[in-house]
């Protein structure tokens, strides 16, 4: 299996931890690290990129009508200022399974996680 975003989302969900903001996670930061990571090199902005283009997708599906108005980059930004740990956490693993066309139950595929 090659390295693209669902793997790279997988990856930035045990990370966001290390990449706290001011105000909750810098999620996008935590991606390109993990996209660094995964591919050995500094120069992984085109599997970044795509990695957080596929959340903004689910995220921007996923949002209430008032929030689907905002840019995908934006609603990452809010999502990670506002959102509990373990709620990103589970975006970033149902963006993953969306774009594999997995399926996902959050209350079981997650149920291991840290609160």
Do not use: N
Request: aromatic fraction near 6%; charge should be negative; proline fraction near 6%.
């Amino acid at each position: 299996m090659g390295t693209g975003p669902a793997v790279t989302l997988r990856a930035a969900a045990g990370r966001l931890t290390q990449h706290p903001g001011k105000i909750g996670y810098l999620v996008r930061s935590t991606i390109r690290a993990a996209a660094r990571h995964l591919t050995g090199s500094p120069r992984c902005y085109d599997l970044a990129d795509a990695t957080i283009s596929v959340l903004g997708d689910h995220l921007t599906e996923q949002a209430e009508p008032a929030f689907q108005q905002m840019a995908a980059g934006e609603l990452i930004t809010w999502y990670g200022q506002c959102a509990p740990l373990r709620t990103i956490t589970v975006a970033l693993y149902a963006a993953a399974a969306r774009y594999d066309g997995s399926d996902f139950d959050p209350t079981e595929d997650v149920a291991a996680l840290p609160a």
